[in-house]
């Protein structure tokens, strides 16, 4: 279980509440109006931000002070994150030696089969500008797979993609984690991404990041913060 207990945050006039609780092999989207701390929840989980106040909880064990690889969580941001300089073979290495040490040769049969697994085989050696934005996501979520760490945390790295492959993307990623036994954040604009993908939702508006609600819920019987956004 992610336990977020009593969480505060505090940035000048922004700030961000917290409450709730998430189950492992979860599928989580995470929606609200821009600005409202949907990144900075994520950012809150992975340790990239520090709470004011409050406690990180994973299956009942603190995390709130432990730096982000020391944290369960693999981070897949819109950029991909992916190092122009080095082929797909090395940063994906960097999954399994973040020290940049020499790569073994189970290591590299390992990095094959994840980018088999993503649709990427014989990609290893390419540099991620000789990709298009679709395989350097596939690239990006092989290096996840790799990790093996039971939270993956998805702040918008498909938002750049079209429709189809942007669905196409979001069943992959159901698919890895499944493999992974993996519970899944996922903030999202597009409430068809959350309803596509998401078993609970997590609305953020108004300073708050509210329980998780089944998905079908909340967009039947949408609460005011969620009719305003909608627009409805």
Known sequence: MLTLEGIRYDDGAFSL????????????????????????????????????????????REITAAPPDRRPVAMLF????LFPHLDLRRNLGLALR????????EDRREIERALDRVGLQGYAGRKPGALSGGQQSRAALARVLLQARPIIALDEPFAA???ALKGEMLDLVRSVAKELGALVLMVSHDPEDAKRFAGEVVLVADGVAAAPV???????????ALRRYLGL
């Open 161 to 163: 993609l079209g429709p």
């Open 214 to 224: 089944a998905t079908t819920r909340l967009f039947e019987e949408p609460p005011e």
């Open 98 to 105: 973040p020290d940049g040490g020499r790569l073994r040769a």
């Open 17 to 60: 509440a917290a409450d709730l609780s998430l189950s492992p092999g979860g599928r989580v989207a995470v929606i609200g109006p821009s600005g409202a701390g949907k990144s900075t929840l994520l950012d809150l989980i992975a340790g990239f931000r520090r709470p004011d106040a409050g406690r990180v909880l994973w299956q009942g």
């Open 78 to 81: 819109q950029e991909n994150n």
